[in-house]
């Protein structure tokens, strides 16, 4: 998802050759086919966007490949960075791997200070060692390897998988199959937890800028605070989309996971202005992305 949103504004950046992969291409899991890949096409820099990712359900019932697939991932890339010369190498984390038990709003200075939510501590130790190598390497050899931490991301091209999907494209799918059939959407959960959502083109340009201009080690990309909205909120801007918010339900046997994780965005703030694009006008975008390219969407 997010790098076909980078892929979407390459255009903006004449200067770089952008080369994308897949892991149907090359697995990253592998320390061999990392080699063959960084030996292929030799850069300069690299986004490192590559990972075993999912939403509640699925990081609660897939913690051992969420750890074990992302930890070896994560030491090949940053590993052949190093082994490659790449001059700058920008990592990304996300909200979920900062302590649960936190004062709020959260920011880069409290990655490491106590546990994650344990529905995916298992991802969050993961991506928290990509913390801690790439720290190594910036100390050892003055590596210039950064992490950026994004909030919940969605937007076209996400994976629409109905128990593995993040919530937004999971909601959008029921939604679509609910009215289709004509039967309640179902909500899990009680709707009330709340999150800050980044849209992927934003993130994209984002991303950008920090491949450009950023120094800092680790750097929230976030939506500020005010933008942060109920799960409930969210289901119902995705049914009014489909004309079909008098059909919403809620199962509240299913977990609410994590109630939120608000993160400060004030650091990026401090270094640029940036008009992020609203929540609704993003589902907007989203919900008519995935009915027109229903067919061939991840699911
Ligand atoms: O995006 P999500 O799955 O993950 O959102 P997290 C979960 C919230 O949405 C919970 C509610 O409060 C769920 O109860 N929800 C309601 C649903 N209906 C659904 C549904 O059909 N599917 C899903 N998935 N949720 C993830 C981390 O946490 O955040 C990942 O587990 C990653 O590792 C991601 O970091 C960004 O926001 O709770």
């Keep these: 998802m997010v790098g ?8 903006d950046y004449p200067a770089y050759r952008f080369v994308f992969f897949s892991s149907s291409e090359y697995d990253l899991s592998s320390l061999e086919e990392t080699k063959s890949l960084f030996r292929e096409v030799q850069p300069t820099m690299v986004i490192h966007l590559a990972a075993c990712v999912g939403g509640l359900f699925k990081n609660m019932h897939n913690k051992v490949e969420m750890l074990e697939k992302n930890v070896m991932i994560n030491f090949n ?7 490659f010369d790449v001059e700058k190498l920008v990592a990304c984390l996300s909200t979920c791997i900062f ?3 936190t004062t709020y709003p959260i920011n880069e200075t409290m990655l490491h200070d106590g546990p994650p939510h344990t529905s995916n501590d298992a ?15 910036r100390e050892n050899y003055g590596s210039n390897f950064q992490c950026v931490i994004p909030t919940n991301i969605y937007g076209a091209h996400d994976n629409y998988h109905l128990e593995d999907a993040h919530v937004i494209p999971a909601l959008i799918h029921k939604c679509y199959l609910a009215k289709k059939d004509g039967i309640p959407f179902v909500m899990r959960g009680s709707g009330k937890p709340l999150r800050q959502f980044i849209y992927a083109e934003d993130l994209a340009k984002l991303m950008m800028w920090s491949v450009e201009h950023n120094t800092d080690p680790i750097l929230i990309l976030s939506v500020p605070e005010d933008q942060e909205v109920s799960i409930e909120h969210v289901a119902r801007l995705i049914a009014r989309e489909f ?3 008098h059909q919403l339900a809620f199962d509240e046997s299913f977990s609410d996971g994590q109630f939120k994780k608000t993160a400060d965005n004030s ?4 270094k640029l202005k940036f008009d992020f694009v609203p929540i609704a006008d993003g589902i907007k975008r989203s919900v008519a992305w ?3 390219n229903y067919a061939t969407a991840r699911k």
Excluded: T, W
Excluded at 123 to 137: E, S
């Design 123 to 137: 991802y969050a130790y993961a991506k928290r060692m990509l913390d801690i190598q790439c720290q190594a390497y």
């Design 99 to 101: 302590p649960d038990n």
């Design 243 to 245: 004309d079909y918010e």
């Design 4 to 11: 076909s949103a980078i892929n979407k504004i390459k255009g």
């Design 77 to 83: 890339v940053v590993r052949c960075c190093h082994e």
């Design 290 to 292: 995935f009915v027109e």
């Design 267 to 270: 650091l990026l703030a401090s």
